[in-house]
């Protein structure tokens, strides 16, 4: 409302900016009180005091009446030029106002769970849902630092098998975006794959939490040419 609003005053303000009927009105008045002032001082001249010296003076007075007219109009649509760009800032601030006030995921997803409801107030760093994505999903595995170095798997491409019900299985590809600088105690050091998800009549395959395995390709992005499998 508070965009409309100003909306309606920017809208407002420009048009009598726009408008400039004041001012042709103001000097063609100015132009014809001063003609009627020099026709009467023509026709003293002619004759002496054919017009009373009150009347010339009143005269002279609509003409330059009639001239500041002019000046106040032009004035004034200054002003609305000016009014015009404040209304149209508060349009901006007002949008600004409406943006931060909406939610947008930088991914498509769904909606696991949904902790607030529309127009409820909340905090900064309240937690309002949860998102999945699934177009795209993270699969991750270790490898036994003795056997691979990190620049062998890093950017390697993958296959990834993941068990469905009743033994069936899914295969999906991607490739190796994360390498742990980190080996644990156990002598394995972390990765992360990225995948392109499938869907399987309008559900998707792989799924958050869903054990799969993992098969490396050596040599797609290292510098290996054996294959190691990941669990």
């Known amino acids: 409302m508070q965009k409309k609003a100003a909306a309606a005053g920017y809208t407002a303000a420009y048009k009598r900016y726009e408008d400039d009927v004041e ?3 103001s000097k063609a008045a100015a132009e014809a009180a001063k003609a009627d002032y020099e026709q009467l001082v023509a026709a003293n001249k002619l004759r002496e005091k054919t017009v009373p010296e009150i ?4 005269k002279k007075l609509e003409w330059n009446k009639a001239g500041l007219g002019a000046e106040k109009a032009t004035h004034e649509r200054e002003i609305a030029w000016y009014e015009a760009g404040a209304k149209k800032v508060e ?3 007002a949008d600004l106002a409406i943006k931060r006030r909406v939610i947008v995921a930088p991914f498509d997803g769904i909606v696991e769970e949904l902790k607030r409801k529309q127009e409820e107030w909340v905090a900064p760093g309240d937690t309002i ?3 999945l994505r ?3 999903v993270y699969v991750e595995g270790t490898i036994v630092q003795s056997q691979y170095d990190p620049h062998e798997i890093q950017g390697c491409q993958v296959t990834v098998e993941v068990q469905m019900a009743r033994g069936r299985k899914a295969t999906v590809r991607g490739s190796i975006t994360k390498v742990s600088s980190i080996v644990r105690s156990d002598g394995e050091y972390s990765i992360r794959a ?3 998800n ?5 559900t998707w395959v792989l799924r958050d939490g869903l054990p799969a395995s993992m098969t490396i390709h050596l040599g797609t992005g290292g510098t ?8």
């Not at 009347?55 to 009143?58: P, R």
């Not at 499938?198 to 309008?202: V, W």
């Not at 290996?224 to 669990?231: C, D, G, I, L, P």
């Open 23 to 25: 001012i042709r009105y």
């Open 55 to 58: 009347e010339l003076i009143f």
């Open 91 to 93: 349009v901006e601030a």
């Open 129 to 131: 849902l949860q998102l």
């Open 134 to 136: 699934l177009d795209t």
């Open 194 to 196: 990225e995948v392109a």
């Open 198 to 202: 499938q869907q399987e009549h309008g």
């Open 224 to 231: 290996a040419t054996e294959v190691s499998r990941a669990k």
